[in-house]
Each structure stands twice: as C-alpha cells, then as structure tokens.
C-alpha cells in the first residue's frame, strides 16, 4: 500500500485534472521524542492538476495514531487529518521565472511519471501532531519519587523538604537576600 501515482497522458495538457485515493501503511511516524503508532491504513485522497507547466497536488490524509501521554507516559489514541500540497515541475515545460523556482521550493516530476506521495502524507501529519501529546489536558502526570500514575489518586509519598540553599542559588535575586535598603 505504498501510495504512488503515476499520471496520465492526459495530465500533461493544461488545466487537466483528475482525482487519486487510496490506503496508506504508516507503520510509524517520529517527532522529537514522540512517537506516533498506526495500527490500520491511513486513507487519502488527492487532486492532481496541471497548472501550466506544473502539476499541483493537493488533497487530505486521514488517520487514527496510538501514542504516549508525555506526563504519564499511558498509550492513548487521536485522530489526525493533514492538508496534503505538493508542486512538481514538468520537465521540458518550465515557464518564466520557474527556473529559480525550481531551485528552491518544488521538485521536478520524475522521468517516468511515477509520484511517491509518502513524504507528502507524512509532512501533512507531523504538521498536525500536538507538541506536547496528553491524553487530557489536566493530566496529572506521575510522582516523582515513586513514579505512581497521580490520575488514579495520591500516592503515599512525603512530600519533599526544600533545600533552601538551593532554592536560593536557583533564584537570581538570591544575592539581594540582605541587602539593607534605605
């Protein structure tokens, strides 16, 4: 179920368009430490239209994704629902102004026609993923002492004296302590 196209004869004309579906295995998808689970295929869906010179992609990704609350590190699953966008250049028909273009933000349509649009589908997800992943916005998180999931009640720790020593060096107006103003 890799999700490739390969375009038709037909979409080298301008302003031809035509639309593609399919399923995509995700398998996994890494953002910083989180890590995103997909269990069942992604569907997607995507127009593809020649804008002159170019084909535009673009379309949606829609999915289910089981990862890590980042407070209490318990599995829960989100929805997910990313804008897909891609711009390929038609080798042989570039216009005016497209040869700097080229360079920069859009890549050219492979010789034999064939888009992969994973890196499409993924970049529409990671847009869409939360920074920080909670399973609820009040998450407790666990203790830190006795690591004890603190959404399913207290826990029996003793609550930690502070070291005022150290409390004063993180403060940076602890030099100020006694100083006598007038």
Known sequence: MNPLIHIPDRLYSTAEFQQFEGMWDAGVLVSGP?????????????????????????????????????????PFELDLAGE??????????????????????????????????EPLLSAALIVELPLVP???????????QCGKNLNDGPCDCEPEEA?????????????????QFD
């Not at 890590?35 to 535009?56: M, Q």
């Not at 150290?166 to 940076?172: C, D, I, S, Y």
Request: glycine share 8%; net charge negative.
């Open 134 to 144: 909670l399973h609820r916005e009040d998450c407790l998180g666990l203790c830190p």
């Open 34 to 74: 989180d890590e995103y689970r997909f269990s069942r295929p992604l569907a997607w869906s995507v127009t593809v239209s020649n804008t002159g010179g170019a084909l535009l992609v673009a379309g949606t990704v829609k999915g289910r994704a089981e990862t890590d609350c980042a407070r209490c590190a318990e």
């Open 84 to 117: 897909v966008e891609g711009f390929f250049l038609i080798p042989g028909m570039e216009t005016e102004g497209q040869e700097e273009a080229e360079e920069e933000e859009f890549e050219l349509l492979p010789e034999d026609g064939t888009l992969d649009l």
């Open 163 to 179: 070291d005022e020593e150290f409390e004063l060096a993180k403060n940076p107006f602890a030099a100020l302590k006694n100083y």
